[in-house]
T-cell receptor, first 114, second 117 residues
Framework: GDSVTQMEGPVTLSEEAFLTINCTYTATGYPSLFWYVQYPGEGLQLLLK?????DKGSNKGFEATYRKETTSFHLEKGSVQVSDSAVYFC?????????????FGDGTTLTVKP | GAVVSQHPSWVICKSGTSVKIECRSL??????MFWYRQFPKQSLMLMATSNEGSKATYEQGVEKDKFLINHASLTLSTLTVTSAHPEDSSFYIC?????????????FGSGTRLTVV
């Protein structure tokens, strides 16, 4: 079945550092890929998404490119802020092959220190 | 647009009682909603798929008689945890699928923190 593997955390960075959180996936079809962010005690918020190969999703300075050849969707940000501290989940979903169910990675906890 | 409201955001109940959690799509119709469960510091695990007007489809290992799902309208799905026990304490999150005109999108509710004492 489909699966998502995320870089293990926790990740601790200083403010303005460069962020990369690796994500690779295994899927039978051609899924859409997502990054979600979860702040303490809250639900999930969609951060960005990409629906086909070579698409780049971007939002709030975060970017991720759908790489079919490497089955990856790494999250990057050039300069992190303290407010970016949260748990980040990589996920995939394919409406055609699995009825739209989302498969999540284990999450990566990011802590940004001033 | 594309807002999903989940209620309550947190609830504490006694063992043996039942708790109902609502998931509403406020500005779109959702024929399909999903219910997830998240244990502390873990990822989200799909519990069931809720389809409007039909029975829910449960994932392997999820007790359908314990976690009752009803999707009575295109904007509302409910999850009822029956005869709750402390091990049911968890964070429950719903998501709704919407047709985004040429694609589709998922919107998640804000989650419900259930504590069974």
């Amino acid at each position: 079945g489909d699966s998502v593997t995320q870089m293990e955390g926790p990740v601790t960075l200083s403010e303005e550092a460069f962020l990369t959180i690796n994500c690779t996936y295994t899927a039978t079809g051609y899924p859409s890929l997502f990054w979600y962010v979860q702040y303490p005690g809250e639900g999930l918020q969609l951060l960005l998404k990409a629906t086909k190969a070579d698409d780049k999703g971007s939002n709030k300075g975060f970017e991720a490119t759908y790489r079919k050849e490497t089955t990856s969707f790494h999250l990057e940000k050039g300069s992190v802020q303290v407010s970016d501290s949260a748990v980040y989940f990589c996920a995939l979903s394919d409406l055609k092959t699995n009825a739209g169910k989302s498969t999540f990675g284990d999450g990566t906890t990011l802590t940004v220190k001033p | 647009g594309a807002v999903v409201s989940q209620h309550p955001s947190w609830v504490i109940c006694k063992s043996g009682t039942s708790v109902k959690i609502e998931c509403r799509s406020l500005d779109f119709q959702a024929t399909t909603m999903f219910w997830y469960r998240q244990f502390p510091k873990q990822s989200l695990m799909l519990m069931a798929t809720s389809n409007e007007g039909s029975k829910a489809t449960y994932e392997q290992g999820v007790e359908k008689d314990k976690f009752l799902i009803n999707h009575a309208s295109l904007t509302l799905s409910t999850l009822t945890v029956t005869s709750a026990h402390p091990e049911d304490s968890s964070f429950y999150i719903c998501s709704a699928v919407r047709d985004a005109g040429g694609g589709y999108g998922y919107t998640f509710g804000s989650g419900t923190r259930l504590t069974v004492v």
